[in-house]
Structures are given as C-alpha cells and as structure tokens.
C-alpha cells in the first residue's frame, strides 16, 4: 500500500500562453505505470485532452483531477491548496502529485508556503520535488534580446508581466523553453547565454508542442529550496556583496554590482532615470528603494530588459510607531546591525546585471536621482 509512502508533487509553473498545459498533456500521455493525481489552479478553463486522462497511468479524472479557480495557488488558495496536498497524499491510489499552476503564480511563494505548511505540521507525507518553469523562448528572444537591438521597436508589453515571467525562471530547477520552433538554433543558443546570466543552476530543456522526455522532470535533479534560493544572480550578487568580494565575470562578460544608499530618492528623478536614461546593456536589475515624499513605504525596483515597474510592498520599521518599532527590534535584533542613526533601516540597494555596461556612468546617474 502508498500510503505510508511519501509522495514526490511536481510543480509546472510558467506564464499565460507559455505552454503549460501542452506540457502537462504531454508528460501525462508519456507517463506509464504511476497512478498521478492532477491539481490545476488557473484562473480561466483548461483542457486536459480526455484520451490522456482515460489511460490507466492517470488516476480517474472524475475523482482525481482537481480544478482551483478564483483565486492563486501562492496566496489567496495557498492552504485550501495544501489540504488538497494532504488529502492526495493519504490516497493509497495515488502515487505522484503533479500541479499545473496559473499563470501568475509566484513558484517562490508556493515553495514558502510548502515548506511552511510541513514546517508547522512537524512534517508531511508528501515533498516538492521538482519546480519545473514553462517559458516562452520566442517571447524572451523579444524581450531580451531583440529589444536591446540598437534598432529595437518600442513595445507595449506590461511590465509587471516581465517582471514575473523573470521571478518564475529564477525560482526554479527546471526550465523548458517552450516554442523553440519559431527560433534559429543560433537565437536558441543566444537566449540561453542570457538565461544563464539570473539562472545558473536549474536544467535548462528545449521542446517543440510540448514534448520533453518525462525523465528529465520526474528522475531528474532534485528541487532544493535553499540552493534555488540562492542560486539566482541578484542573490548572487548580494552575496558576494556581504563577503566584499569583487564581482564575478562569467564567460559571457556577463557582470553585476550593487548600489547601496540610505539617502532618499527623489520620485520624479528616479521615474526620469529609469523611463528615459536607463542603460540598455542592463539585462536584470531589482531592489527595495525608497522616496523622500514617502518615509513610510518600501518600494521594490524591478527591471527585466527593457519593462521596470515600482510597486510598494511593506512598511520600513524606521516609520513604525514606537512601541512597534522597539518591538519589532526585540523580535529581529539583527536589524541593528546595519540600522542608520539618521535612516534607520530605510535604505537604497540594487543589484544590476548585464553586459558592456558603464559602471560609473550608472552610479553617477543614481547619485543624480538622490533628493537634495
């Protein structure tokens, strides 16, 4: 009997329109002798092709395909998601657990709330095995490569969008470039030397309609969360910074660095920066800045080609009220350890990544961007 057995869940993470479900169907129609129970959490109606879910290798769809809707898997359905978890993994007819998540999960809030949730249980009879990110090779060649053409066309794309599809590739072990049809085998390999710039540690697979030997996402390497964690190159980079290292070169003159300041920005200044003199040779950048007309709020920098977006996300402890403040300090004394006698922990920092760029330049134009 599985019940006792612990049971691997394979996460397929991956923008809207990357391939995902094509992926799923596949993986399904390949698998032979292991009893699968499927969860989909989308926000629109999938299709899992009905000649898939009738083999015997899948679980029966009436009972054991589970649709979430109206809401997301990494926050809003996050424990209503890992009941389902749960509930599969007691199921002695199932062996496996696959996820197609939507496409605007956040794979690093799924794994956080995973490991979270087993955490707090003292344990679980299921584990993440793999995180397997579904992207889009046509649509990044757009975006990281041709619009940073000297010729390059201004485009539409919703930033934010960008931003995530770059959070996915980041917090993953598997990558599967999907459409790479539509691409040359030189563009092909082009794109992955970007990839390979925020993304060094997870395999990186190209498919063609969704075919990808099921092998390589269900026997391959092993999700890790601490060493998905810190294996992108922002973390990297922040690393590097505590230890006072000097920056690392790979073997693509891909370099990055990090700008540090607890002086304020000015709004207006850092919006024209970054919407009319932002360097192009910067392929990633992301940090928590703050603005002098807002003492109150972090705000997190991202930036992914040629798309960046501000958004506030939380409160500095600096601005709390006093009571909460010396509480919070108790609770996390190592904020002192970097805590500014004037800022308190607000702070500026950056990290940058890219190719070719003007260092100097750059950091003139961000010095430029404090408020006076």
């Not at 009972?63 to 389902?84: H, P, V």
């Not at 990808?212 to 964690?229: A, H, Q, R, T, W």
């Not at 800022?343 to 070719?356: E, P, S, T, W």
Request: aromatic letters at 8%; charged letters at 30%.
């Amino acid at each position: 009997m599985s019940i006792n057995k612990t049971k691997p869940v394979t996460m397929i993470t991956g923008y809207l329109g990357s391939g995902k479900t094509t992926v799923l169907n596949e993986l399904l129609r390949s698998q032979s002798g292991g009893r699968m129970a499927i969860i989909v959490n989308d926000l629109g109606s999938i299709n899992i092709d009905a000649s898939v879910l009738k083999k015997n290798s899948v679980v029966e769809a009436e009972s054991k395909m589970i649709e979430m809707t109206n809401g997301c898997i990494c926050c809003t359905l996050q424990e209503a998601f890992m009941e389902q978890i749960e509930k599969l993994s007691h199921d002695e007819n199932v062996d496996s657990i696959i996820v197609e998540a939507s496409g605007v999960s956040n794979p690093a809030a799924i794994a956080y709330g995973f490991l979270n949730y087993q955490k707090m249980r003292g344990g679980s009879s299921v584990y993440l095995d793999s995180i397997v990110t579904v992207a889009d090779a046509d649509r990044l060649y757009t975006e990281f490569i041709d619009d940073m053409r000297e010729n390059a066309e201004e485009r539409d794309e919703d930033p934010d969008i960008i931003n995530l599809v770059m959070d996915q590739i980041e917090f993953c072990n598997i990558v599967l470039l999907s459409k790479c049809d539509l691409l040359e085998r030189e563009q092909i390999d082009e794109l992955k030397d970007v990839i390979r710039t925020f993304q060094n540690e997870a395999e990186i697979y190209e498919t063609v309609n969704g075919v990808v030997d099921p092998e390589k996402i269900f026997s391959g390497k092993k999700f890790d969360y601490d060493k998905v964690l810190h294996s992108s190159a922002l973390e990297r980079a922040l690393e590097r910074e505590a230890k006072m290292e000097d920056a690392y070169e790979d073997d693509y003159g891909i370099t990055s660095f990090i700008y540090n300041d607890p002086r304020p920005f000015d709004y207006d200044k850092f919006l024209d920066f970054v919407s009319n003199h932002f360097p192009p040779e910067l392929i990633r950048g992301k940090g928590y800045i703050w603005f002098k007309a807002d003492p109150v709020h972090v705000h997190l920098f991202e930036q992914a080609g040629r798309n960046s977006s501000i958004t506030e996300v939380s409160n500095w402890v600096a601005a709390m009220p006093e009571e909460e403040k010396k509480a919070t300090l108790e609770q996390y004394p190592e904020l002192l350890e970097t805590w500014d006698e004037k800022y308190g922990d607000r702070l500026n920092q950056l990290v940058f990544i890219g190719r070719d760029y003007d260092k100097d330049d750059i950091l003139k134009k961000l010095l430029a961007c404090l408020a006076v």
